[in-house]
């Protein structure tokens, strides 16, 4: 067993902290308030390389595990918060599938341009009466000739705005009981305007990274654009989904450890009845318990990573985490406000930011309470409750 | 021992609903997206005569306790959040000071026009580094001839925006230790924009109700607009304590109230894996947890308020009312987010704003850990511990 | 609305707490250590009338509610805990069926002799496999001329060690789905010990009052012994729910209030670091939490009360005042024993008893979960779960 | 980084499953009921050479890390509970001090009777009024010619009613306030029970391994049982304080297990309404949420066992280890009982012993509170609290 960082992830993060120390609180601040894209930012990762960190070399990767990814995605987000984290996610896990599902072709037309930063994708899964199961999505891509027709409609797409690609999973062929996974197709395209509206969904934070609802009315989408198999579509979805739940993870911790820095900095120096509010136990020790529980949460993404760069199963980890991460995240970011007093409420100290974002990867790719079903089944093989 | 409302009870909380009812969820989220101060409702409810609930009817008010005023601030932020609460919040437990301690010809002078909602106050006592220790603050108020000069600071004052009077606690002489708290002195006054610099914090949520930070520069106070005596404001200001916890109890218990109705009509109706979502306990447990806290703080509220009404101590019975309300609030608000999902973080289900909003009566007007400590100190006779 | 008590229900009070005092820590620790019943307790308490206080006079009984047997149950659980409340819990509960539904004759045969404490009876409902529905219970009653010829088996029966007297519910018909409560029957009958085997069942805490498991064969029940109409035992069970949560949640909120006394004692005379440990936030924060948290399930219990003497119904109330007690009883009963460091685990100090006897209202009559399954329900309108 | 056991490591644990299969559930419940020591059991840890794994080989210790013995001890637990668990708890770790202070003549005279079981040693340090201060401790040792003559009181003393060693810290100069830590000395003698009356203080659980208040009058101790330099005793104690908290984490963990199991089993097993209990929600996500957090808190404890094996400062990896692993120890037992309903108290299911012992690693050897303290300071660099 061996808990401590290698010499060259000591490096990387080393490195990576000199980009991210370009963006400061007053970048990210003014991002959330004018709702505007953080451009230059996501420019500097992929000038940096970043952006490829987790896709082999031979595309122009850097051919490192999730492990790094995730540590990578904590750092970010523990300088950006969500609006850092969300505005390369995709880039991140999502190019994933493309390569281990796609021809040698469709790679070296599309990752390069992936990994520089040139494309920008969003993922287009999710819909508005499929709940999670996605065996139930209604889209349909129907073949004519050398292209699909695409309609339906997808919520909750991130970046859909700027997007000039979309990773789009759609139904070739009707629902089957017997093997509802069947049928469904994976495709990566050009964001076509034209065909699909996108209308942003207002909300509580992250503004500066949109979220859309999608009305796709016939999308035309090449055959060359289809990935991997033709009704095959659900396998190459699943593949993916471990990642994300580390990374969300990965996301939450980042901002935990943020938001139990700002606070422990006012702890620290701001004094009321003569004495730092820090030597309040009611202060220090709800912040103790966050220092605790991060540590934990951390190691406990670690594992997941680590178990799925070796190849191992890791859906239980890898979820366990997202839960256990999601729920520090929220209580310290909570904590952080608390501790700053009213002063928490106001814009300027930032914690109010992160006690917005961190909603995200507690609601967000899975609620807290599918994760613990999952674990309940998984682990613990009890019967499934819903 | 009689739990029930009396049928006036009943008939002013009917009323009551019938105001309250013209103005929906559109305007709500409205002022809350835009920043703009919710006129037309504080017209509508001065002109139905509530702001002076609470005030004696020889001045124009309906002559009724804290208990009422609380009813009514609780039905108010089940409509409209903090948002509406804090619009009106002030005019009714503020004017309480000028009441008992104003001669009778302040009375007659300010209190009819605040009732008429013509007079807007704002009431200014913390300031940016005496904490809460109020015997601390460092605004002085000089008299000279027929005037008081007043400079100094002030931090956290509400609706100073758009204020016509000023409530203000300032030194009028040196502070002593052996008696900290004689030589402030209460001022009710013009607010003079010409010696007042106000400048608004950024906030969180409640954006329409604006907080500010004041700078007086040499403002001018006559005499005449001295409440009480010189040098006894402090007790002037202790009788309002007790009153203002006892509402912004209510007004979290409200708001609690709305975020699960809200979340309980989502959960009966959001269809997932072909049944409502309610059906889970995942997701009904949490909700009817929250129903039995906000019941039993309900109670605490209003028998804090009963207590008051009747002339009896009920410090520690308002300071738990509030914490209770506030522990609830905060927890179902955020438990309304995570049912309704994704859609949680969207701003059209408002349950998002009812989250940013719970975090005022959170954090204020005293921490939930000060309340704590005064609960230890005063009911369970343990030492300070600060 | 108004939240005092009379002054008859502070005489009242005042009296019992007279006979209470007979009866010290160190009576109570004996019965736990050596597992006896507190007969003298019970003796002095039937003595002093207290058995009968809410059945009516003309059977003995004094003729109060169900408001003031709550009051006298929490504070008889805050003197002796379970081990006092359960030794006459169900003497003071139990009989309000019989006067109900009982004839005249056997008002005047049964009640006076329960009253003066003569009669010990036993309250036998729950069954090994019928989990809480209680319509699917197996013992079965067989009329047989004059008699009833009962076998079955019961769980989880309190007193039946010394009981002559027992309370049981049967069937007298088969189940059927359309109209499942009908076809049980009470009784009220002698605790014949030829016909019914006792097993006590070893516990964690409350050893004096033993509970059982009760294997009855061929018991014979004269049928002047029926309670009520022959298959309409069902309607007279459930007449007694809602009074047995009420005074459960009292019992809670007595051992909770006695766990609060005792930590609140130590944390104030022990002294480490030089200072009495109750200086100390970690300290006092959790016994303020709890103090707040008592006072708000106390009035949510007493509210219940009072709506079920009026007449009115009262099942979430009462129910919620159960969750909220036994909520607050368990985490205090903790924390009193945290405060007390490696002493709260010594016998001596009284709190690792209340500890563990805390969990029995915890646990039962219902469990927290089913509470909010019902609140879900009931108040809610959600979906059943299960 | 590499989260996995190594081959020996696995072989290692299936060897001690193998000895622990010997005592079942039966064997635990009667050492508790009975409070006879589980004198079989040492005897066969003894035998399978398990008492010296973390001992070096030259006195006939296994030459294993603190991360193997904290495997051990969270395989233990998993089995007997805290009764297995403290019955060889101090063989562990106690003797670390003496091989890494101890002479060679003093390591050959002591350690190997040790491993083989035939000395059974008790630890004195705790005292009744130092708190846990333990420079303040009261208890002097006067040397006198070639012995030591030793008068005071201990308080908690593990094992001492049949231990034939005692380790004892006491006061061989005054206490100096600019070194507190100086003066104190570490000697390991006979338990001279003529001179060391031993008084045993009743307590919750874990009834079979006592607890104990020592009086020592005129203990003679010769001076070639000093261990390190006389005054240096302090620094002897804490080296064996992170392996201490260490170990403790990992008995809180196996207990978590095996509480996590039982309802587990139970849960699958306990069908109520036609299904099993396990499907509910309420029922199996508070089995989830524990099984994510034992799985965490083990990574946290193996992390810093991981640092103490190889050299590193492991203070408040440890501390977060024990505060993690008895907060969601505590929670999984509690849960354990809940989920067993009416029969979680009953002793035949055991979960109800392990509700009782839990407390200890919850309790002892340092308060949750005080490892927040620690944390907060060393972690964070807030200021002391106290």
Redesign the interface.
């Known amino acids: ?6 010499e060259d992830q000591i490096s990387l993060m080393s490195a990576l902290e000199k980009t991210l120390a370009r963006f400061g609180d007053d970048y990210w601040a003014e991002c959330d ?1 004018t709702g505007s894209y953080p451009d230059a930012f996501v420019t500097a990762m992929a000038e940096g390389g970043w952006l490829g960190i987790a896709l082999p070399s031979d595309v122009g990767g850097s051919g490192l595990g999730v ?1 790094e990814a995730a540590m990578m995605m904590q750092a970010v987000a523990a300088r950006g918060g969500m609006t850092a984290a969300s505005s390369i996610h995709m880039n991140i896990f999502g190019p994933k599938s493309l390569f281990v599902f796609g021809t040698a072709e469709q790679r070296q037309r599309w990752l390069p341009d992936i990994i520089a930063g040139k494309t920008r994708m969003c993922f287009a899964v ?1 819909e508005p009466d499929t ?3 996605t065996t139930r999505l209604k889209t349909r891509a129907v073949r004519d000739d050398d292209r699909y027709i695409v309609n339906g409609q997808k ?2 797409i991130s970046t859909a705005q700027s997007a000039d690609k979309i990773m789009l999973i759609a139904r070739t062929s009707d629902r089957d009981d017997a093997n509802p996974a069947a049928g469904l197709s994976l495709f990566f395209t050009d964001f076509d305007r034209s065909r699909i509206e996108v209308r942003e ?5 992250r503004r500066a990274v949109d ?1 859309n609802q999608l009305f796709i009315d016939d999308l035309e989408i090449p055959v060359e654009d289809l990935v991997g198999e033709e009704g095959k579509g659900f396998k190459c979805l699943l593949h993916s989904l471990n990642p994300e739940r580390i990374l969300i993870a990965a996301e939450a911790i980042g901002i935990g450890k943020d938001a ?1 820095r700002r606070a ?1 900095e006012y ?2 120096e701001r004094v ?2 003569e ?2 509010i ?8 709800p ?3 966050g ?3 991060l ?3 951390r ?2 993404m ?2 997941a990573a ?2 799925y760069d070796v190849g191992q199963s890791c859906g ?2 890898a979820n ?1 985490a997202k ?2 991460a999601a729920d520090v995240g ?1 209580d310290i970011c ?1 904590q952080a ?2 501790t700053h ?2 002063m ?5 100290f930032h914690v ?1 930011r992160l ?2 974002e961190i ?2 990867p ?3 790719p899975v ?3 599918l ?6 089944e998984q ?8």
């Open positions: 067993m061996d808990f401590t960082l290698s308030i492990t999710t709940g999670l199961d919520v909750f969904i207002e909300k509580m934070g979220t139990l422990t702890a620290r009321v009845f004495r730092p820090g030597q309040n136990q009611a202060i220090q020790h912040l103790a318990d220092w605790a529980r540590a934990a949460a190691l406990m670690l594992n680590s178990l239980v980890e366990a839960y256990l929220q909570r406000v608390a007093g009213g928490g409420y106001a814009r300027e109010e006690f917005r909603m995200i507690y609601l967000a609620s807290q309470q994760v613990l079903c999952y674990i309940a682990a613990l093989g009890l019967p499934k409750s819903y």
